[in-house]
């Protein structure tokens, strides 16, 4: 099933005396990019969180956030730095010197410090902790992975709905091509009659020319292979593995074969519906960016 690049995800839970949040959300990257933000004591749950997701996420930039809260104050003891404390007291009092300031500082404003209030836990299970948090992760990830299919959804039926436009732009190059010859065959010949009169022409030698631009505007085999390349990409958007990037090779050619017709075309009107597809296959592509 298609799915977007772009989804979010959380999840809340309380499991054995903790309350474990998870929050996941994406946009859309070339390849698999993961960062995540967790408390420094639980930084184990990195690598775990990263290949754990991967395992169902292929591509796009993801960030995961996790809050781990202990609702057991008595397994935790905030401890004081007393070293930085002091150094932080000497500035202060430095600095109220040297700037003849009142000191008006406190036990409060040098707490707030960083690091002179240290918190120290009771050593926990990491296998413990991680199967914690796996089984919340798994939950924001689902709701993660629905969200991204919701946007896919959306994603193929408007490339499927520009696909069919291409398709009705191809028809119309297959009907018109046959008549540009036939229109520059009277051309020529009218031309030829302007300059020789009444003489007898050369049967031969218009046909001949008129083969040469026949074979010179001749689109059949790109359109055919447009037709192809559109059966290919929706039988991408049916897939049930990522795609995207195999689908922005398919639109570069898609893109190639319609310059390929621009170029040949020798009429206002195939011009007109060469500059349509392009038009489409540009939308396409902004699309496909964002396809897993």
Request: glycine share 4%; with cysteine.
């Amino acid at each position: 099933m298609l799915k977007s690049m772009t989804g979010f995800g959380r999840a809340v839970k309380e499991i054995e005396g903790y309350i474990i949040t998870v929050e996941i959300r994406s946009v859309n990257h070339r390849y698999f990019e993961f960062t995540s933000r967790i408390p420094r004591q639980y930084g184990f749950l990195d690598e775990k969180l990263k290949s754990h997701i991967n395992s169902r996420v292929a591509r796009g930039k993801v960030e995961c956030c996790v809050t781990i809260e202990a609702l057991d104050t008595d397994s935790a003891e905030v401890l004081i730095n007393k070293t930085l404390a002091s150094a932080y007291v000497s500035a202060l009092k430095e600095i109220a010197d040297e700037y003849n300031l009142k000191e008006d500082f406190g036990a409060t404003a040098i707490s707030r410090f960083q690091d002179v209030l240290v918190v120290k836990k009771a050593d926990e299970d990491a296998d413990r902790i991680w199967g914690f948090v796996k089984e919340v992760a798994n939950e924001a990830i689902d709701k993660f992975i629905e969200m991204r299919t919701v946007e896919g959804a959306k994603m193929k039926a408007d490339i499927q709905s520009r696909g069919e436009f291409i398709i009705k732009c191809v028809e119309f190059i297959e009907s018109r091509s046959p008549q540009t010859v036939k229109e520059y065959n009277a051309k020529l010949v009218e031309r030829v009659h302007e300059i020789i009169g009444d003489a007898t022409l050369d049967e031969a030698r218009i046909l001949q020319e008129v083969a040469i631009y026949a074979d010179k505007v001749a689109v059949a085999e790109e359109t055919v292979r447009l037709r192809s390349h559109i059966d290919q990409l929706n039988t991408f958007l049916c897939a049930d593995e990522p795609v995207g990037r195999k689908m922005d090779f398919l639109v570069q050619e898609i893109n190639r074969e319609t310059n390929t017709i621009g170029s040949k075309a020798n009429d206002i009107d195939i011009a007109r519906k060469v500059v349509d597809i392009k038009a489409e296959v540009e939308k396409i592509r902004e699309q496909i960016q964002n396809i897993e």
